[in-house]
């Protein structure tokens, strides 16, 4: 498994299992909030089960499989949802790869993908949020510590 991005959206918390080359398989795992957090805090014995397991095809780039890294919940509590991803050239849920291509998608309240698009100059994105001033912001990991990260906005 490889957990890379969660957010809540209403009653919900969503992990966002990432697909690699190895096993592209990307998932959206929904579990009940408050139920889940009970656990965490050592108040319920056992974790809630899953109410749902979406399995999402996010498509390749040139082979490569497009990978989630982050989520976000939509404004509006309709429980639609925005990810990242990228194409990360490795067979490994944890060793880095190159990264040939990085998207932004959306998704439905029925979980299903309504669009993906590209990200020009494939910015390994790997963290994404929505701010009150109607911005995306990402950041991204060049996967070097001599580089920095970059924060980039996106007006929506």
Not at 28 to 40: G, K, R
Not at 99 to 116: E, P, T
Request: proline share 7%.
């Amino acid at each position: 498994m490889n957990i890379e991005g969660a957010f809540a959206a209403g009653d919900e918390l969503h992990l966002l299992q990432r697909g690699n080359k190895g096993d592209a398989r990307n998932a959206c795992i929904t579990y009940p909030l408050a139920p889940l957090l009970d656990w965490l805090a050592g108040t319920r014995a056992e974790p809630p089960p899953a109410l749902r397991t979406a399995l999402l095809d996010l498509g390749t780039v040139n082979g490569v499989p497009l990978g989630f890294t982050e989520g976000a919940a939509l404004p509006g509590g309709e429980g639609g949802w925005i990810f990242s991803a990228v194409a990360e050239n490795t067979d490994d849920s944890y060793a880095d790869g190159d990264c040939v291509a990085s998207a932004i998608g959306w998704v439905g309240a029925d979980g299903v993908l309504q669009r993906i698009a590209p990200l020009h100059g494939a910015p390994k994105v790997e963290g994404i949020a929505l701010d009150g001033a109607q911005r995306l912001l990402m950041v991204t990991d060049a996967d070097d510590p001599r580089c920095a990260s970059r924060l980039l906005l996106l007006p929506i």
